[in-house]
């Protein structure tokens, strides 16, 4: 996803042409995300930013409006170890222009190196829209709204995708006088197979939730709700079922396909037998086993 993202981000690149997505916000709120003492969540570090007064300068003011257009959030109590990649270009409706690609660039960077995050839910804070990888956790793109051009390509980086019935999704380049360009092409036949991918990617059709689990597009789809995140509360409970697994075994399980799914059979196996053997001397490996024995839970600590 880091590299998509910095493709996305290159010089020359048109912000208008990567069309947008978002997600829904499970408050309803439409601004910004409010924490619980009332401020906003600067991008990608969690800390808090007091409102800016008139008499701030304009370097302070840009900087804060910046902050908002990609955030991140981390869940706590049973759901620790849960990410979220939070999208709120609310003006834009979380269209990828620089600065917005700038930050996810960053909060993705950080993200790869944070052995405490286990899973990774990508989701927006604009209504009706989801925006618009490569981590070694496993990601999950919650579309709520609709997901079109570049906002499917960046959810179909991700490993698992929800969709609400009434989300709209489709690569529609070419009714642009385009093609997709930021991974659509080849990551949507691998999909739901060449033939389908090349009607979809040819008439640049939009696809709901229903014909999209159908096709295999998205892993799970549910009727929308009232309050518009009945994707990202299904994205929710996948990343629930994931979280008491051990996550270096599933990190290297989400690499052993990856790679494996790009070459022939036989180095596929020998990419497979490399990452078996890197989680044979793990204290994680030694505990799901005693806990086995034990007829126990495990309690898997990432090491």
Request: glycine residues 10%; hydrophobic residues 40%; charged residues 20%.
């Amino acid at each position: 996803m880091t590299t998509l993202i910095r493709r996305l981000a290159r010089p020359g690149s048109s912000p208008w042409r990567w069309l947008g997505v978002n997600l829904q916000d499970t408050l309803g709120q439409t601004l910004h995300l409010t924490p619980r003492d009332g401020a906003r969540l600067l991008a990608g570090g969690g800390r808090s930013l007091t409102g800016c007064s008139c008499s701030q300068s304009r370097k302070q003011h840009t900087e804060a409006a910046a902050a908002v257009e990609v955030d991140l959030k981390r869940l706590d109590g049973e759901d620790d170890g849960i990410a979220e990649v939070l999208m709120c270009r609310h003006t834009a409706r979380n269209a990828l222009g620089h600065v917005f690609l700038s930050q996810m660039n960053d909060l993705v960077s950080s993200l790869s190196n944070d052995s405490a995050v286990r899973v990774v839910i990508f989701r927006s804070l604009v209504p009706g829209v989801f925006c618009a990888a490569s981590l070694p956790m496993p990601t999950i793109a919650a579309v709520d709204g609709a997901a079109l051009g570049g906002g499917l390509e960046l959810a179909l980086a991700c490993d698992l995708r929800s969709a609400a019935y009434s989300a709209q999704m489709g690569l529609i380049e070419t009714t642009r006088g385009l093609l997709p360009g930021a991974g659509g092409s080849q990551r949507l036949p691998r999909m739901v197979g060449m033939t389908l991918a090349k009607e979809l990617i040819f008439t640049g059709r939009r696809v709901g939730g229903q014909a999209a689990l159908e096709m295999g597009l998205v892993n799970k789809a549910v009727e929308q709700n009232q309050t518009g995140d009945a994707a990202y509360r299904e994205a929710l409970s996948l990343a629930r079922e994931i979280l008491p697994q051990a996550p270096i075994a599933v990190r290297m399980a989400k690499e052993a396909m990856n790679k494996g799914v790009e070459v022939d059979i036989s180095s596929a196996m020998a990419i497979e037998r490399m990452c078996y053997a890197r989680v044979i001397p793990t204290r994680d490996r030694q505990e799901g086993m005693a806990a086995f024995m034990e007829k126990r839970p495990p309690r898997y600590t990432g090491e």
